[in-house]
């Protein structure tokens, strides 16, 4: 038998926190859903599928054909063509960080975009967990985001925070050969990073090869429920073990004398009540428990101990169930409070 109390439900808390999962990719894993593919900026005027630029992913056995213009087309409409228009009566139509001071935005004629996957990226790429190693051309590349979404050259890092703290001054951080600049973007709970293919960036993504490396976010939420019983309350025990012979109630279902699968039947009672081992004996069809408690919890210093906690809906379905790490004697003359925590 249990006991039932009521859950007061000012007490109760709900938190979330976050957990993180590293990943690393590299340009081989089209089949896990890292790829990447062109885009380029043009006119949709008699545009013609054939004549465009066409990136093919395989995965297994299918094949798909990524379009440059029209993945172009729509990066710019998502991302960057409305980003300035967040504080107006339309911001629906930006996404991503729209923080002004800390991010910056311009998508060039042609971009490289680096997808992955929503079960490589769970809620969404951790901010300044994204590193892009990329060759091309003979040389090898660092690429990484600030946290920000906005993607930099590493080896010009010292040039781009000079550049960022400028409010992306073109004037401020930027090295003779343009280095020290924004090179492109990450949209991080889209799981898209978008890297502008200007100067010598212009093969990234489809050079010898690339590794990706970053972390994955998956939000956990925390509940907890103070579980108080007061001096005096739940001072009697349910457990069979508290009463003498450790004698309890078995319901046993009616079944013909011929009934051979009931030959197990004898096992669940003692010596003296049990049927044979053939099934072929009498029994009850119900043992009354015992009615007097064990010797050694009658006197005044017993007191029941609880080692399980179970929390219940509004309907009576269990939903979580606590035990402590020993059992806990309860207090006749203070109240005792259970913090059950659990998360989801």
Known sequence: MSIYKTIDPSTNAKGLFFTFKNFTSTNNDSGSGVFAIKA????????????????????????????????????????????????????????????????????FLSSSIINVSRELYGDRIKPGSVI????????????????????????????????????????????ADGSGSVIGNVFYSDGLIVVNQKGSYKDVGFGTGYTLKHKATHPITEYEYSVVAKAGEFNYSSNISATKDRAGNV??????????????????????????????????????????????????????????????????????????????KLSKTLSTTFVVRFDT
């Open 40 to 107: 380029r900026s043009g006119s949709f005027r008699n545009y013609v599928s054939s004549s465009d630029e066409i990136t093919t992913i395989t995965s297994g056995s299918i094949s798909t054909n990524y379009y440059s213009l029209p993945t172009w087309n729509f990066i710019n409409t998502r991302y960057y063509k409305y980003y300035d228009q967040v504080n107006t009566n339309i911001p629906y139509r930006s996404f991503g960080n729209t923080a002004y001071t800390h991010h910056s935005r311009s998508l």
């Open 132 to 175: 892009l190693t990329d060759t091309s051309n003979g040389q090898t590349w660092d690429i990484r985001d600030d946290g920000d979404g906005n993607l930099y050259d590493y080896a010009h890092s010292a040039s781009y925070a000079a550049h960022k703290s400028s409010s992306f001054s073109m004037s401020q951080g930027i090295d």
């Open 251 to 328: 319901r046993v279902p009616a079944t013909s004398t011929n009934d051979t699968d009931r030959s197990w039947v004898y096992r669940l009672f003692p010596p003296g009540d049990q049927p044979s081992g053939q099934g072929t004996g009498s029994f009850q069809t119900s043992y009354t428990p015992a009615t007097l408690p064990a010797d050694n919890i009658t006197g005044s210093s017993w007191y029941p101990m609880v080692t399980q906690i179970g929390l219940y809906d509004i309907n009576d379905n269990l939903i979580a169930v606590a035990k402590p790490a020993h059992p806990v």
